[in-house]
């Protein structure tokens, strides 16, 4: 169904889009680190946050992407873009309600998860947080427009969108930081700037009929229940494990506070390194959505197989390449970012240790993309859930005041965590529980 040049086209932007993602997430700590090691800290905890939210409305997205594949792979176009209107709505009202939430109670969420630490990391961690609030809608609809895009194998349009929008925030974060001596705020305001901008930009053009899947033109949405429920049918347990996975993240991080600021600094520079070394799999994942939902739409679940085994011997062939290569500059990328020697030396340990532990995460995370993409989510959530509580929370809290391990404990748990996710989601896929799993036919 999909031929090399047609994944080509549909992984090589998303794998480019992960990359400026990450270069810009690299850019914000850099630029904040200027600030000093409480601004760092006080950014990263609420990143944790920010991306339990970031997930959620993804994992509706991902809801949605699955959908709009496998009607289009039913050859049912019209039935796709009824679902594309649905996701379109789910995503927005879902986004504002949390983006409220965020607004009145940002600082005390922060001290019930945070507790008691250095007032003037709380103190960035407040504004920061106030910033990313209301960027949130329009993540909503650029992360759903995205979605639709991928599922009509299309990713260069959002590339393209993740270019100008990168593109504004790091303009914006070194006229604010470094001109303007704006401090945290600095990076806040051009990300809310520069997710809006993207926003704007996707929802015009998926309103071109030419599109097989669009919005309508005068954004009339409507509501048709059938089409929600075949979303969150997949949305919702994806979303929980999405959320249950960054919320177990934000209470590892909770206790990595503890240690101090020089671990909370080398625990997040490290954490935006290793970052590089996720994008192939993020990029493949987001790719064997649409390539598996058509196949599985199309009843061609021989040919999901085969993509899927293709897939991942292409995401550890460019996966070898990153771990070798930022294990070498290890040393040289942790000095950009001006840390203390205690915190440089904890953010190269935790770097190389990772780069070895890689070796099974692409089982663990973009494997089940494709139990997703044939609605066998139940699965992925329950092994996810009990994996992150059982392991990488349960064993964080053991290695670190247990046993004493500080930061490294933290990385250890989640390495066990991981090697759990692979052997199950492994079984799974070689079992072939998942086929014959698609959504209810269109009413």
């Known amino acids: ?73 039913r050859k049912e176009p019209k039935q796709a873009c009824v679902a594309a209107n649905q996701l379109l709505l789910s995503t927005v009202l879902l986004s504002v309600v949390i983006m409220a939430v965020a607004l009145i109670g940002s600082k005390p969420l922060l001290r ?23 960027s949130y809608p329009f993540l909503a609809v650029y992360n759903s427009c995205a979605a639709l895009y991928r599922s009509m194998g299309n990713s260069k349009v959002s590339m393209k969108t993740s270019l100008c929008m990168n593109g504004i925030n790091i303009a914006g974060n070194a006229i604010c930081v470094f001109g303007l001596h704006m401090g945290v705020e600095g990076v806040g305001i051009p990300t809310v700037i520069s997710r809006a901008t993207a926003a704007i930009i996707m929802l015009v053009i998926v309103r071109n009929e030419n599109n097989v899947i669009h919005i309508d033109r005068k954004l009339r949405l409507g509501v048709h229940p059938t089409m929600i429920r075949n979303i969150l049918r997949i949305g919702v347990p994806a979303g929980m494990e999405n959320s249950m996975f960054q919320l177990g993240k934000i209470l590892v991080q909770s206790l990595v506070a503890t240690l101090g600021t020089a671990s909370i600094a080398g625990f997040a ?46 995401n550890y062939l460019i996966l070898a390449a990153l771990a070798v290569l930022l294990s070498l500059l290890a040393g040289p990328l942790v000095s950009i970012y001006n840390l203390s020697p205690e915190a440089a030396s904890i953010a190269e340990q935790l770097i190389l240790v990772h780069s070895v532990a890689m070796l099974v995460w692409p089982i663990s995370f973009a494997l089940p993309n494709t139990l997703r993409a044939a609605t066998d989510v139940k699965f992925t959530m329950l092994t996810s859930i009990f994996s992150m509580w059982a392991f990488r929370i349960g064993m964080s809290y053991v290695l670190v005041l247990v046993c004493g391990w500080g930061v490294m404990g933290v990385w250890i748990a989640m390495f066990i965590d991981w090697a759990f996710r692979a ?17 209810p036919e269109a009413s």
Request: aromatic content about 10%; overall charge neutral.
């Open 1 to 73: 169904m999909f031929s090399r040049r047609d994944l080509s086209r549909l992984l090589v932007p998303l794998i480019i889009e992960q990359v400026l993602a990450v270069l810009v997430g690299m850019a914000d700590v850099v630029m904040v680190a200027a600030v000093g090691e409480a601004a760092v800290s006080g950014v990263s905890l609420v990143d944790s946050i920010s991306l339990l939210i970031i997930q959620l409305l993804a994992a509706l997205a991902t809801g949605g992407a699955v959908v709009c594949s496998q009607y289009l792979g």
């Open 423 to 439: 052997a199950l989601f492994a079984w799974r896929f070689h079992s072939g529980k998942w086929i014959a799993r698609s959504i």
């Open 112 to 134: 019930l998860i945070f507790g008691n630490i250095a007032p003037d990391v709380m103190q960035n961690a407040e504004i920061y947080f106030f910033l990313s609030a209301l």
């Open 269 to 314: 520079v490290a954490g935006n390194l290793v970052n590089f070394e996720y994008l192939p799999g993020t990029a493949i994942g987001l790719g064997m959505v649409t390539v598996i939902g058509q196949c599985v739409g199309a009843g061609e679940y021989e040919q999901a197989r085969q993509y899927t085994k293709s897939l991942i011997k292409f």
